[in-house]
């Protein structure tokens, strides 16, 4: 860059939209404009503040000069990659970080696997303010200084995955903007502190802990607006139940720790099956709560399925790669070779490892590749998506045909991967939506249809395979009833002992469902149909989470006054009435889209 404000010339011979353009080449023309004309309106000299700014840019060159310096051999030019990226940031060059109405809301910065162990201490008198996320993951960074993080003052997200962090940065505490905070695969501890900054973060709607040594949960309910908590794999044996208070929490991830037992209170918490306590050590009573709570077959927990014989990783690459001829092999191979290396795919391998061991794989091997390999190459393609499928691949389950229940599951999120991409492609991308939502539903109801039945059964005495009850009725009416991501074939469909009548009572039943007010009741819950609501009528929710935000600091300022018992009723029931008003809004807007 030139120095347009040097004194080499006098800065007013140039017409200031050059300087604008010179010191931020990442504006487009209208934001030229914008900004030359808030100068205008701002009373003070538009000469005195582009002098200002130049000033700062030259002290960022120097600060970000010096920490290269500072460095040696592969780090330094590490560092100077870095050092490259704050620059093109600081001039507005980094992408657009826009609000649910498609509005500038600012700028992101992303610095990803850039091992410079150590960030610059920048001056006080540089500002990132106008960056609303940063993510710096796998940067190897032992402590986040808040000579750097004080300058990005208006953060709405946050990224410090996949570092060293051991505690939880101070600084943190005057990010008053926050709303997600993500520090997974750290290795922070909550035992000697740390509780209490993020308990002022009163604005953080997402916290995510997991894959860290934090051992135990602390009162978090100064985090009045968390709605999600996640802590998987943490090395927790106990929370504080204090956590309960947070009056907006709808999702709690507590899977893979240490917990053997549960704070009073919990099960009154809303939607238990927003709470995930799989791989933990709780009593046998405790189990039988929460799978009554969520309504988990008996058959997912009880150990009696057969175990599968385990498949070599050889074996693994050797099947998934059968079916593809001389041209597509070398592609696949490679892209086999990168999902092994891809973080958390491990899980996700074996689930393709017990696939391969399915009637559909050994009856329509072909057929079930050619899904795979759709969805694989999908996953390699996306970060979102792999993150997500590797999350789903890693749910419980025992026998053949839970293995392929498990990869129905992926299937359908892969599905809702594409509608949306669909959508966001359409003219009517309300329609497209809606329209995968019916095969959801469609295939909910014959899930019930199939859990009424399994109880029918037992109520008379009869024994009965859920899993196998469950499948044989999805797959017998998965093209009658169009229902998403189902297998084609099973070993046991005998087992399940369904006769023809009782296969024409469920079809029949699902589209009695769908005729009723349960298909926009069932529509309306669904999170990626939500956030389109959202993104609809910004306002109108906007509108009513306000309402509430308010009612909550006006019972925040009581908080001392009262005894702890009260405010825990208070502030439970605040939380209850907001969901219902928010679920009854979707629902409303859902009935009308239907219309």
């Known amino acids: 860059m030139g120095y347009p404000l040097s004194g080499r010339r006098a800065p007013g011979a140039r017409p200031f939209t050059d300087v604008v353009t010179t010191l931020f080449p990442g504006f487009n023309q209208n934001q030229v404009e914008v900004f030359l004309m808030q100068l205008a309106n701002s009373g003070t000299s538009a000469l005195s503040v582009l002098v200002r700014y130049q000033e700062e840019f030259n002290s960022l060159n120097a600060t970000l000069e010096a920490w290269r310096r500072a460095a040696s051999g592969m780090t330094r030019r590490t560092r100077r990659g870095v050092a490259d990226q704050l620059r093109r940031c600081w001039r507005r060059q980094t992408p657009r970080a826009l609000d ?3 509005q500038l809301r600012g700028y992101r910065l992303d610095i990803v696997g850039a091992r410079v162990s150590q960030l610059p201490l920048l001056p006080e008198q540089i500002s990132f303010s106008h960056v609303t996320q940063l993510t710096l993951q796998g940067l190897h960074l032992s402590e986040m200084p808040d000579a750097f993080l004080a300058r990005f003052n208006r953060l709405r997200m946050l990224n410090l995955g996949d570092n060293r962090l051991t505690s939880i940065p101070p600084g943190l505490s005057r990010l008053s903007t926050l709303r997600y905070l993500l520090l997974g695969r750290n290795r922070i ?11 002022r973060l009163d604005h953080v709607e997402v916290l995510d802990l997991e894959h860290n040594p934090v051992e135990v949960l602390p009162d978090l309910s100064g985090m009045t607006r968390l709605r999600e908590l ?19 929490l709808e999702f709690l991830d507590l899977r893979d720790n240490r917990l053997t ?4 209170g919990y099960f009154q918490m809303l939607r238990p099956d927003r709470l995930m306590l799989q791989g933990n050590p709780l009593t046998q009573e405790l189990w039988q709560q929460v799978n009554a709570l969520v309504e988990v077959p008996q058959a997912q927990w009880d150990g009696e399925h057969m175990l599968l014989a385990p498949v070599s990783a050889e074996q693994n690459r050797q099947r998934w790669l059968l079916h593809a001829d001389a041209s597509a092999r070398p592609g696949r191979e490679r892209a086999w070779g990168q999902l092994l290396e891809a973080p958390d795919s491990a899980q996700f391998i074996r689930l393709l ?25 999908a996953a390699l393609a996306h970060t979102e998506l792999r993150a997500q499928l590797f999350e789903l691949a890693a749910g419980p389950r025992g026998c053949q045909d839970t293995v392929a229940n498990n990869f129905s599951a992926l299937e359908v999120h892969f599905l809702l991967f594409r509608v949306r991409a669909q959508a966001a492609a359409s003219s009517q991308p309300q329609q497209v939506l809606l329209a995968f939502a019916r095969r959801l539903f469609r295939l909910d109801q014959v899930e019930q249809f199939a859990r009424a039945d399994m109880s029918a059964r037992q109520q008379g005495g009869r024994g009965v395979d859920e899993v196998e009850v469950s499948l044989a009725y999805r797959l017998r009416l998965a093209r009658e009833l169009d229902l998403p991501g189902q297998p084609t074939r099973m070993f046991y469909e005998t087992t399940a002992r369904i006769d023809e009548h009782q296969y024409r009572a469920a079809a029949e039943a699902v589209r009695a469902a769908e005729a009723s007010e349960a298909l926009a009741r069932f529509i309306s819950t669904r999170d990626f149909w939500v956030e389109h609501l959202r993104t609809l009528h910004t306002t ?3 509108r009513t989470e306000q309402r509430f935000e308010a009612r909550l600091d006006t019972l925040m300022e009581l908080w001392g006054e009262i005894p702890d018992n009260d405010m825990n009723q208070r502030l439970l029931a605040l939380g209850n009435e907001r969901t219902e008003a928010l679920n009854a809004l979707a629902f409303n807007l859902t009935q009308y889209a239907l219309k």
């Not at 696939?355 to 190459?377: H, I, K, P």
């Open 189 to 199: 501890s909550l035992r000697q502190g740390g509780g209490e900054t993020l308990s």
């Open 540 to 542: 109108t929710f906007m």
């Open 261 to 264: 037992q549960l704070p009073e």
């Open 230 to 248: 996640r802590a998987r794999n943490a090395d927790i044996q106990a929370f504080d139940a204090r956590l309960l208070r947070c009056p907006f």
């Open 100 to 102: 649910e109405t498609g």
């Open 353 to 377: 490892g017990e696939l391969t061991q399915t009637a559909e794989f050994q009856l329509t091997g072909a057929d079930l590749d050619r899904r795979v390999w759709s969805m694989l190459e």
